[in-house]
């Protein structure tokens, strides 16, 4: 029977712990649900369809044109003629009537190697619109991390300050039964109410910031900014993180390193298509047309013409005023600017990645330190606690051990806040961060 009770209470307690998670986010669904909803990720998203779809051989000018046109009329007209055998013929109110129609085709065969410049280009900016979208996506999973976790961070300073208060209210009872029994003074009564009510205040303030930050981060969801949710109450910042690997990674696949590249290489696409204007161009057309008139009155009364033709037309540039010489001269311009802009980038990334890891460390050292102090804190505030109730210190001395208790709290938790911001920010910086 009693193990039936226990079986159980165990089972009561296992659902009653599963309905307690129920609603609970975790960071990688927040991340997940921040890929498929974001509105920004999704418009990104868009954006990189436009690349692939102009990336083609038509819109690099290597397929044909083709055109069919019709046209026809009608008129009626007075005529008078007279032919060269005396014979006149004269007509009011004839009808003429025309239908011209063809099939033409234009076909660039040959424009000094353009068109396979310009389908480089095409290809360059497809996989500039991918790096755009995925450096969207990390850049996205960044601020979800760094919101949800300053969710977490609030969350915890509320539970602090929430525990601190009870050490606040029990230093004004202490002080009010003391008052009343007239073995102290008024003034340590109102200055533990005055202190009690400040701290009730912040707890106000930290719940009020915390209902924002929530609104918040259901917009970077894509989601309603009154969708309720909790989020886990733990700050774990990955102390085995590997600088060198992250430093590397930095190096080869930062998205902005990344498009600065193939931006590079878009530019000397178009320099190449610049150069082609030089060459001579070769165009191949063909026709097949059909022309047609009917005239009521005149010397003819009926004409047609059906038929194909066909020619070849050749371009050959000797002068252009210079206009590609100094189109060239831009691209050149262009090319080294790039070049210049590529190497600023990549001391700029290298720059970020060491402070975020400078930060990171010292965020750890700081945790590893606020930890034992909060420690010695907690205990110094029990025993303050103990001796101001036996009249062994002042009202002043307890209130400053409070105080400290309040900012040790807050130090501890803004510092795990801090490491795992930095931990973000290097995985950002190393393109990491995409699945997480």
Not at 175 to 190: H, M, N, V
Not at 271 to 292: C, D, G, H, W
């Amino acid at each position: 029977m009693k193990k039936k009770l226990k079986l159980l209470l165990t089972g009561l307690l296992i659902n009653a712990w599963a309905f307690a998670q129920t609603g609970v986010l975790t960071v990688e669904e927040a991340v997940k649900l921040a890929i498929e909803k974001n509105f920004d990720v999704e418009i990104e998203r868009n954006a990189q369809q436009i690349g692939i779809i102009n990336n083609n051989w038509g819109v690099a000018g290597a397929w044909p044109n083709i055109t069919i046109n019709a046209a026809t009329g009608l008129a009626k007209n007075n005529l008078e003629q007279q032919l060269a055998n005396g014979t006149t013929i004269k007509r009011n109110g004839a009808n003429l009537r025309n239908l011209n129609a063809g099939f033409a085709v234009s076909w660039r065969i040959f424009d000094g190697m353009r068109m396979f410049a310009a389908k480089k280009r095409l290809e360059e900016l497809e996989k500039m619109g991918e790096l755009s979208f995925r450096n969207m996506v990390n850049t996205t999973v960044f601020n979800i991390i760094g919101a949800y976790y300053q969710i977490v961070q609030l969350n915890q300073q509320r539970n602090a300050l929430k525990e601190t208060i009870k050490f606040f209210e029990e230093r004004k009872q202490i002080a009010e039964s003391r008052f009343t029994i007239g073995t102290a003074p008024k003034t340590d009564f109102l200055q533990a109410q005055v202190d009690l009510n400040q701290q009730k205040g912040n707890l106000l303030a930290i719940e009020n910031n915390l209902r924002i930050a929530k609104t918040n981060f259901n917009n970077l969801l894509g989601r309603k900014p009154e969708t309720t949710f909790e989020v886990t109450d733990i700050i774990t910042p990955d102390a085995a993180i590997n600088f060198t690997t992250l430093q590397t990674k930095a190096a080869s696949d930062n998205y902005d390193l990344l498009m600065a590249q193939s931006n590079l290489s878009v530019l000397a696409q178009q320099k190449k298509e610049i150069m082609s204007q030089r060459m001579p161009a070769v165009t191949l057309n063909t026709n097949f047309n059909l022309s047609q008139n009917r005239n009521d009155a005149g010397f003819n009364l009926f004409t047609r013409n059906l038929g194909p033709n066909g020619n070849i037309g050749i371009a050959i540039p000797l002068f252009q005023g210079g206009s590609v010489k100094a189109q060239e001269r831009v691209a050149d311009v262009q090319i080294k600017n790039q070049q210049v802009v590529i190497d600023r980038l990549k001391n700029q990334v290298n720059t970020n990645l060491i402070n975020a890891y400078f930060n990171f460390q010292n965020a750890l050292n700081l945790v590893e330190l606020e930890k034992t102090t909060l420690k010695l804190i907690e205990e110094n505030n029990m025993i303050a606690t103990e001796r101001f109730r036996k009249l062994a210190i002042t009202s002043l001395e307890l209130r400053q051990v409070q105080l400290d208790y309040i900012n040790g709290q807050t130090r501890y938790i803004n510092a795990l806040f801090q490491a795992k911001l930095a931990e973000a920010e290097m995985k950002m910086l190393a393109g990491s961060l995409g699945g997480l």
